[in-house]
């Protein structure tokens, strides 16, 4: 059986993003390699795993290689950084499952790359974008899942859900 995951905001390849969000990483180097590792030990080939968003800042060919790396089915919801290429781009690059808006799952659930303004109703947001920046997050009903709040690894998504709806 087939577990799910979720992480935002790896920034593969991306120097500044150590900086810009205190990354404990000496070397962009070290940063992939450790998000790789993290995510290998948790994600197994029969998984599934949610991107949202802000995926790599190389070219399509370094982002390929990570990809590769990476175990499970890949699913990509696009970041703003992201959508700066286009879907034909993100395809080469190996996502097979490619969205460029929020997904609904679970009839309680949005995931997003940027959390959703406004009244929530009966749903919960899982969103990235903010990194540590919880200002930008005004309601109880957003759960933050970018890599520095996850100890740079997927979060099972299922527990997740289960741990959010017992409140």
């Not at 995510?39 to 949202?52: I, P, S, T």
């Not at 997003?112 to 919880?134: C, M, T």
């Amino acid at each position: 059986m087939s577990r799910r995951f979720i992480i935002s905001d790896q920034h593969f390849w991306h120097e500044k993003a150590i900086l810009y969000n205190a990354r404990p990483f000496s070397s962009v180097e070290e940063m992939n390699r450790k998000m790789i590792i993290n995510h290998n030990n948790v994600v197994k080939n029969r998984d599934v795993c949610f991107f949202l968003g802000d995926f790599s800042f190389c070219p399509n060919d370094m982002t390929r290689e990570v990809y590769e790396q990476l175990n499970g089915t890949k699913i990509l919801i696009l970041g703003n950084h992201d959508r700066r290429k286009s879907v034909t781009w993100w395809r080469r690059a190996g996502f097979e499952e490619i969205h460029k808006y929020p997904l609904i799952i679970n009839d309680r659930f949005i995931l997003s790359h940027e959390p959703v303004e406004g009244d929530l109703g009966k749903f919960y947001n899982i969103h990235g974008h903010i990194h540590l920046n919880r200002s930008d997050v005004t309601t109880d009903r957003h759960v933050n899942v970018c890599v520095e709040t996850t100890g740079y690894c997927p979060v099972n998504l299922d527990q997740l859900m289960d741990f959010i709806l017992k409140g």
